[in-house]
């Protein structure tokens, strides 16, 4: 199938083409030229690459979510083997979901984060009543990172939280032992990512040799922004945003604004709409998280560190693709401009996590794309008045 979209506004995740023509051939973008199968007229629309979401928990029917708000793929950062198994078989049999990568389980403490939100009557309710592994000393750390390797993981992700920042005592891994654990990642060549939430653990994290942070720090405050990412910045690595799940734990309503927003609250499903109604009282974060991470993300981009948009979605909120939306949105209050958004949830992303066949618009790419009315670049929220959704050339039913 080869379909031709005329006259779009292209940007191609990293700038924007104000009118081009182009081709998706099969399962790919392809060459303009020669006879179509199909016409779309893409005046007054923008044609981006399909989203990266650089922070989820793909659970059942999550990756359906994503796709249907044009996230094409998401980055799976902890998650139940069994559970990840099945969504990993979903994304490579079926085009009506978002693309997985992951981690599988996150490597933590005995007790430590996040063991305390993944009770037995979660994983009951999840559907499953598989184990969580932890790490406690070198040689349970070199075990885990090889039953990860066996359960074919893209990374590497580990834990270095201990619930100070919220008034909580949580066991964290000692620096000693992340450092065992990024090696044997890296020995392996994969990735490791860290879960931290304030500007100590990160440092903690970054002196161990990890790749990237999953979140933003949260305690950091503006006066201490500059300072605190030049720092990281030396440590040449990237950092997730997880604005939108910052704010769900600190009790700030801002997300709700997806709900009300007619190109997007009638396309959430029950069950997504549902999740705005919980309250996280389980994970610790400092209470000025969102307006310290927010000004994190300004500083850390100034410094030049790659800043990925991520959001933490999980089928319990936020929720699946609509956040990365919202996310988008608050990057740009942060002060990036709509470009700048953009490009980190598109081809930073794809570049940080060696996904060199999607994140742009160019011959011979995954055909993963997402048509929308407007133009993005200047107005972020015209990524929701959503037209089309390709994932892997398969355009999305519109119902």
Not at 86 to 98: F, G, I, L, P, T
Not at 156 to 173: E, N, Q, T
């Amino acid at each position: 199938m080869r379909t031709l979209i005329r006259n779009v506004r292209v940007f191609d995740g990293e700038r924007t083409v104000p009118s081009a023509d182009v081709l998706i051939d099969g399962d790919r973008i392809g060459e303009p030229g020669g006879p179509a199968d199909a016409e779309i007229d893409g005046t007054g629309k923008t044609l981006l690459p399909g989203l990266i979401d650089a922070h989820a928990h793909a659970f059942d029917g999550d990756l359906a979510e994503a796709l249907k708000f044009g996230v094409t793929t998401e980055l799976d950062m902890n998650n139940l083997p069994p559970i990840l198994a099945a969504q990993r078989r979903k994304a490579a049999e079926r085009d009506d979901v978002a693309d997985i990568r992951s981690s599988s389980l996150i490597a933590t403490a005995p007790n430590g984060h996040p063991t305390q939100i993944m009770t037995p009557d979660l994983l009951k309710a999840l559907g499953t009543d598989a184990t969580i592994d932890t790490v406690a000393d070198a040689g349970q750390a070199k075990a885990f990172v090889e039953a990860r390797l066996a359960e074919g993981v893209d990374y590497l992700k580990i834990a270095i939280d201990d619930g100070a920042v919220s008034g909580m005592r949580l066991p964290a891994l000692s620096p000693e032992l992340a450092a065992v654990l990024v090696e044997a990642a890296h020995a392996a060549g994969l990735k490791a990512i860290a879960h931290t939430v304030t500007a100590r653990e990160a440092i903690i994290a970054l002196d161990a040799g990890v790749d990237g942070l999953a979140h933003l720090y949260s305690d950091a405050g503006p006066d201490d922004a500059e300072e605190t990412a030049a720092r990281i910045a030396s440590y040449d690595a990237f950092v997730v945003s997880t604005l939108t799940f910052i704010e769900a734990v600190t009790g700030d309503p801002g997300s709700v604004e997806l709900l009300r927003d007619e190109r997007v609250g009638p396309r959430m499903s029950e069950q997504a709409k549902a999740t705005f109604n919980r309250e996280f009282t389980d994970i610790p974060m400092h209470s000025e998280g969102v307006t310290n991470a927010s000004h994190a993300a300004l500083a850390l981009f100034r410094a030049g560190v790659p800043l990925l948009v991520g959001t933490d979605a999980t089928p319990f909120g936020p929720v699946h693709g609509a956040s990365m939306h919202h996310e988008l949105l608050l990057l740009t209050e942060a002060g990036l401009t709509a470009e700048e958004a953009l490009t980190a949830a598109t081809s930073v992303t794809a570049r940080c996590f060696g996904l060199a066949d999607r994140g742009r618009i160019a011959p011979g790419l995954r055909a993963d794309l997402l048509l929308v009315d407007g133009d993005p670049t200047r107005d972020i929220t015209a990524t929701r008045a959503i037209a089309d959704v390709w994932r892997r050339g398969v355009r999305q039913s519109r119902a």
